[in-house]
């Protein structure tokens, strides 16, 4: 498991790639789950952990960004 300090100090780009092997992971996981191969129940709720953790940084970022952009058109008026 990934703490979110450490997906903090990743580029943008870097994020979307992890969040591309992630859901691949994931979607690995429910195959094998599904086809009775699976022995590490846990690691399904580690990765879907991961995803969310990936998500929400990248939702800060844009956030970060749409506000100062609203604060430099509000200001230039």
């Known amino acids: 498991m990934t703490k979110i300090a450490e997906f903090i100090e990743l580029e ?3 994020l979307v790639t992890k969040l591309a092997d992630a ?6 996981l429910r195959f094998q789950l ?3 191969q699976l022995d590490n129940t846990a690691r399904m ?6 995803v969310a953790r990936i998500l ?5 970022r844009e956030i970060e960004v749409a506000e ?7 200001g230039a008026q």
């Open 12 to 14: 943008s780009t870097e």
């Open 56 to 60: 929400t940084t990248l939702r800060a």
């Open 68 to 74: 100062a952009l609203a604060a430099s058109e509000g």
């Open 45 to 50: 709720r580690e990765v879907k952990r991961d």
């Open 34 to 36: 599904a086809t009775g």
């Open 23 to 28: 859901r691949r992971e994931l979607f690995n």
